[in-house]
């Protein structure tokens, strides 16, 4: 370049700082126009993207982080056009000419075919140097013409390896990682990630394009991890979103293919946890879903491979605690609010799919536990929950942490579930319920309680299911294992809505929750009793009609009891809602002894049903009467 050049292009740089000095300048006063350069130029160009100068690098701290390139301004259709599509046309058209003048001097044996590949490599640095000094001033097109060499580069190795059997296999193998190499060390120094990409997917692709040698499965695990770690590094530290995922794409895909099942089981391992946990890291602190998408359904996928043929199971179990350790890392930042989203600091929450690795993640660790000793584990069922359950608990509540929280008590709810059978499962669920609300007292927590609600719902299945449809004929009534069960389950919801649940600072559902809990212990006081009493008439020795009437007499007789305790209770503390749920049994009642009781009762037990009618609704007429005359003051009836 001579000196008249160098000048020209330093008057156009100051031509344009001035006009862009001048607007910020015009943009403060209305209807003001910035002023025009003065600076003559013959030979200046319009100033469209592609031919703005590139402004001087600026020195930044070693610490600061790569900032950003700003997005290229939209171009005309026009200068898509002259600009990209010229480009990418002119590009082809030099590759494919390259690879029709070696087939063609091939078929026509014009040179050796030493020379046809010596001279493609020629072409291809030929073609990268103007690129390289072309892209200065014209970036999109110096960065084409870049590539358009190393393409050309490529192709001339991969043709005397594979075509003309100049090179060896592997040699050809080395020879197009070189290339890949040292096209990402370029794609790194002038920031394009279009090269970046085509370096990883040359580099990572070579194998395959050379054929793969399956008794080399230990060779192409560390040829491609040398590759992805360099590649990896180059897109992790400029932010390359594309080229990471084709890196995490290639160092999975291609190697499972050729190496999961035929490599050493340790190289295997090694490979999948490296690999695996530095792209869940790199996924989860850039947000990119696809990295950490395939970087997890690989890192896994490696470790299943490796577990069928690793001797030592306790390897296993390491592996999937080290790609577990970035998800729990991005779980206990404290700048991520893990299941809303934190009004009060500003902290975003979890999408569904970072809840989803997390949620994913205990349950494979599980599956790395169990790899232990699996026979020793089956035979004691809970124990992998219970493993699993202990770490997380420590983390939910050491702080704040409930996700953290929500898989511990699941898993140890899970593992008391799995140990336990029958009437035993429902005791432990309700040990459980006290626990989870106990806590939340003692911790000054509101989570608990909605863990409490799930076990207690967990222990009613199992209550009215399994337990219930295996009861033993000779379990006696009211005091048998079921029936104490049944008891224990009535209390425990009774203690919950006393107050054991504890109250939420915004308590806008905590009336309807506690309702439902008193619900839930009058209903299984009421019904319970009634089956019990059924129970007992007919365990005894008894004939069938003698039974049948003394228990619909006794279930008459319950419900009317416990209508007049519901209706002086709810007068006692004062409680419509008792009152009102103490007459709708009492109506119950009545239906059954006018429509049931008279007409299938004995003479004798027919006398007694209506008889205990007659004097419990005495009784509640009676009390009714009397908070009348409490509230009016009056020793006489009022009257209408």
């Not at 103007?130 to 050309?152: H, K, M, N, S, V």
């Amino acid at each position: 370049m001579t000196n008249g050049d160098r000048i020209e292009q330093l008057e156009a740089r100051v031509a344009r700082l001035e006009e862009l000095l001048a607007g910020r300048r015009g943009s403060g006063a209305a209807g003001q126009q910035p002023p025009k350069s003065q600076v003559p130029s013959s030979r200046q160009e319009p100033p469209l993207a592609s031919s703005a100068p590139h402004p001087e690098p600026v020195s930044r701290a070693p610490s600061a982080p790569l900032p950003r390139r700003p997005a290229a301004p939209l171009l005309s259709s026009e200068q898509w056009i002259g600009q990209r599509a010229l480009l990418a046309i002119g590009v082809t058209a030099l590759i494919l000419a390259a690879g029709y003048l070696l087939r063609l001097s091939f078929d026509r044996g014009w040179i050796s075919p030493i020379m046809r590949c010596i001279g493609g490599v020629v072409v291809g640095c030929i073609v990268g140097t103007i690129g390289w000094r072309f892209q200065p001033r014209y970036r999109t097109y110096g960065a084409a013409l870049i590539g358009c060499g190393a393409a050309i580069i490529y192709l001339s190795v991969w043709a005397a390896a594979r075509l003309y059997g100049v090179l060896p296999p592997t040699t050809g193998i080395v020879g197009l990682a070189l290339v890949s190499v040292a096209l990402a060390m370029i794609a790194y120094a002038i920031d394009v990630e279009a090269l970046g990409t085509t370096a990883a997917l040359g580099a990572l692709f070579a194998p395959l394009l050379l054929g793969r040698d399956y008794g080399n499965a230990d060779l192409l695990l560390l040829y491609l991890a040398c590759m992805a770690a360099g590649l990896g590094l180059v897109a992790a530290r400029r932010r390359w979103r594309q080229t990471m995922c084709v890196v995490a794409l290639s160092v999975f895909g291609v190697a499972y293919a050729g190496s999961a099942d035929r490599g050493n089981p340790w190289g295997v391992l090694l490979y999948g946890v490296l690999g695996g946990s530095t792209g869940i890291y790199v996924g989860f602190r850039e947000d990119w879903w696809e990295t950490r998408f395939l970087s997890f359904t690989g890192g896994w996928t490696f470790v299943a491979a490796a577990a069928r043929h690793l001797p030592h199971s306790w390897a296993v179990l390491a592996g999937g605690l080290v790609l577990a350790a970035p998800v729990w890392w991005y779980a206990l930042r404290p700048d991520r609010a893990a299941l809303r989203q934190d009004t009060a600091s500003g902290r975003p929450a979890w999408s569904p799919g970072e809840a989803f690795y997390f949620l994913l993640t205990p349950l494979l660790v599980g599956w790395a536990v169990h790899q232990l000793a699996p026979q020793w584990f089956d035979a004691r069922r809970g124990l992998v929950a219970l493993v699993v359950a202990i770490p997380y608990l420590i983390a939910g509540y050491q702080g704040p942490r409930y996700i953290f929280a929500i898989v511990g008590a699941a898993a140890l709810d899970l593992a008391g579930w799995q140990h336990w059978n029958g009437v035993p499962r429902v005791w432990t669920m309700l040990g459980l319920v006290l626990l989870w609300s106990a806590l939340d007292h003692r911790l000054n927590r509101e989570d608990g309680r909605w863990y409490a609600l799930l076990t207690l719902w967990a222990a009613l299945q199992q209550l009215f299911g399994d337990a219930l449809t295996h009861r033993p004929s000779t379990d006696p009534a009211f005091t048998g294992q079921w029936p104490l069960a049944e008891w224990g389950t009535g209390i425990v919801a009774a203690v919950l809505a006393a107050g054991l649940w504890r109250r939420s600072q915004s308590p806008a559902g905590d009336p309807f929750i506690r309702g439902i809990l008193w619900s839930l212990a009058g209903a299984i006081a009421l019904f319970g009793v009634t089956g019990e009493i059924r129970r007992y008439f007919a365990l005894r020795p008894l004939s069938a009609e003698t039974a049948s009437l003394a228990s619909g007499l006794a279930v008459s007789a319950w419900w009317l009891m416990f209508a007049a305790a519901l209706v002086g209770l709810g007068f006692q503390r004062r409680l419509q809602p008792a009152r009102v749920a103490g007459l709708s049994v009492a109506g119950l009642a009545v239906i059954k002894v006018l429509f049931f009781d008279l007409a299938s009762l004995d003479a004798l037990y027919r006398v007694g049903s209506v008889f205990i009618l007659g004097l419990v609704s005495l009784l509640l007429a009676y009390l009714y009467h009397r908070q009348n005359r409490a509230q009016n003051g009056s020793p006489r009836e009022m009257t209408s």
